[in-house]
């Protein structure tokens, strides 16, 4: 997907890109193949597969109508290089946005991209999701958790429904259907006060399929949830 193609792509769906959205678009492509020789960001570095398999990517929950241009808050459990919330904070720029990451090298790159790309709103911690969910300064304050490709459901939940509001919603991004995940996470998600509201299968423009898991919390996490680093891996829910 050429830049050209991204952004015609979005202003078919009605996200018309100012020149400083393609700009951020276009620096956030370069800081992301200069950093990737230093660090292991991704594997993906050529330009149409970075604004294809990322930055499209990353927007799906905007493009499938689960977020609007709002003050919101909004954690990014293991984004890596900062997807899918970076690129939905260049679209939408009221988003609020907290990135937690275990590997403190990839916390300095996303000071450095937030910097370079003028993006104001955003917070950057170092720490695995297990410790900070016990954490009162991170647990239940927020109004949409999203994660993508970091774990299967059944983990997932337990490292991010605690960082959830009564009512918030986490939104998972996944490379393909997510129905038998969703059926082994069913004791995960009783036991964490959660409930699946929807499950959407679409296609990127190249034909790669795609899900989007939409969960909401119901009542508050129980406080031995999450379990400590490692567990809940180990043995899932």
């Known amino acids: 997907m050429k830049p050209e193609f991204f952004y015609q792509a979005l202003a078919e769906q009605g996200f018309e890109l100012t020149d400083q959205q393609k700009d951020q678009f276009q620096r956030y492509f370069q800081l992301l193949v200069e950093w990737n020789e230093k660090i292991n960001l991704t594997a993906i570095t050529a330009e149409e597969e970075v604004y294809l398999k990322h930055f499209y990517d990353s927007l799906a929950p905007i493009l499938q109508g689960h977020l609007k ?11 890596g290089a900062g997807f899918p919330s970076l690129p939905m904070k260049i679209l939408f720029p009221q988003l609020e946005v907290t990135i937690i990451d275990s590997l ?3 916390i300095q790159f996303l000071h450095l991209l937030a910097e370079e790309l003028g ?3 955003v917070h950057f911690y170092h720490g695995r999701a297990e410790d900070l969910g ?13 994660a993508r490709a970091v774990a299967r459901m059944q983990v997932l939940s337990e490292l991010t429904i605690p960082f959830l509001k009564v009512g918030g919603r986490l939104i998972a991004l996944k490379a393909s259907q ?5 059926a082994q996470a069913k004791n995960a ?15 990127l423009p ?8 939409i969960v909401e919390k119901k009542k508050e996490t129980p406080n031995k949830y999450p379990r ?8 899932p829910l």
């Not at 241009?69 to 459990?77: C, M, S």
């Not at 016990?134 to 999203?146: E, G, I, P, S």
């Not at 009783?190 to 296609?203: E, R």
Request: net charge negative; hydrophobic share 40%.
């Open 228 to 235: 400590k680093a490692g567990l809940p891996n180990k043995r």
């Open 119 to 121: 993006l104001e709103g």
């Open 134 to 146: 016990q954490d009162k300064a991170f647990r239940a304050r927020f109004d949409l958790v999203t």
């Open 189 to 203: 998600l009783h036991l964490l006060f959660a409930k699946v509201l929807d499950n959407v299968d679409y296609l």
């Open 104 to 106: 403190n090298k990839r």
């Open 178 to 182: 997510a129905e038998d995940e969703l």
């Open 69 to 79: 241009n709002e003050p919101t808050t909004l954690l990014d459990i293991g984004a």
């Open 206 to 213: 190249n034909g790669d399929p795609r899900s989007l898991t």
